[in-house]
Nanobody, 124 residues
Framework: QVQLVESGGGLVQAGGSLRLSCAAS????????MGWFRQAPGNEREFVAA????????AYADSVKGRFTISGDIAKKTLYLQMNSLNPEDTDVYYC?????????????????WGQGTQVTVSS
């Protein structure tokens, strides 16, 4: 069993930055790929980024490449998403996720565990 708790969301102006954190618990969390999805009301949940604890490989959605960076600190059991150059289209609830697929396939799922989500709002 893996528990995921996000933090770091908030309100920021366009062009600004935020860093999301996801605290993981559970003995087996390091065996999973971890990543971030986002969802706006009425929309499907959208893949953002993923990382492997095993080899550090990463994957990103095209819409965030060059602006967002995913990283993790396995000793702290914490996943991060550094978001730069934010724009209003990045406004969503961001969810931390854990699953078995490698980062390149993480967008397909299935996701085994979800966090509760954290709201990111970017004002124009």
């Amino acid at each position: 069993q893996v528990q995921l708790v996000e933090s770091g969301g908030g309100l920021v102006q366009a062009g600004g930055s935020l860093r999301l954190s996801c605290a993981a618990s559970g003995r087996a969390f390091s065996r999973y790929t971890m990543g971030w999805f986002r969802q706006a009301p009425g929309n499907e949940r959208e893949f953002v980024a993923a990382i492997s604890w095993i080899d550090g490989s990463t994957a990103y959605a095209d819409s965030v490449k060059g602006r967002f960076t995913i990283s993790g600190d396995i000793a702290k059991k914490t996943l991060y998403l550094q978001m730069n150059s934010l724009n209003p289209e990045d406004t969503d609830v961001y969810y931390c996720a854990a699953g078995r697929a490698p980062p390149g396939d993480f967008y397909r799922g299935p996701v085994a565990y979800w966090g509760q989500g954290t709201q990111v709002t970017v004002s124009s």
